[in-house]
């Protein structure tokens, strides 16, 4: 199983951004997919996650600006990021948790998200 993610650049404050994560693979379902987050010098941290009965959990930093959304015919998940702020500025790493003979996290390569002041 790999994710892909995408969608990532350079956007001004107050700016949008989506990005796109897709799980690609054979003979595997998915509980829930997520998006976390690592600014420089900071630890990885939790922007959102959504299992696959659509119950989502938001980081209380991107409440209200950042919306996470799911095609489960197509194993993708979205992140609709607007109002952006210098301090969104991060490389975000999609994240899935998958049933294949057992269930695994897999995590994808990170896309940059830069938001200039």
């Known amino acids: 199983v790999q994710l892909q993610a995408s969608g990532g650049g350079l956007v001004q404050a107050g700016g949008s951004l989506r990005l796109s994560c897709a799980a690609s693979?054979?003979?595997?379902?998915?509980?829930?997919m997520g998006w976390y987050r690592q600014a420089p010098g900071k630890q990885r941290e939790l922007v959102v996650t959504?299992?696959?009965?659509?119950?989502?959990n938001y980081a209380d930093s991107v409440k209200g600006r950042f919306t996470i959304s799911r095609d489960n015919a197509k194993n993708t998940v979205y992140l609709q990021m607007n109002s952006l702020k210098p301090e969104d500025t991060a490389v975000y790493y999609c994240?899935?948790?998958?049933?294949?003979?057992?269930?695994?996290?897999?995590w994808g390569q990170g896309t940059l998200v830069t938001v200039s002041s």
């Open positions: 693979g054979s003979g595997f379902s998915i509980r829930a």
């Open positions: 959504i299992t696959n009965g659509g119950s989502t």
């Open positions: 994240n899935a948790v998958i049933v294949r003979n057992g269930i695994r996290t897999y």
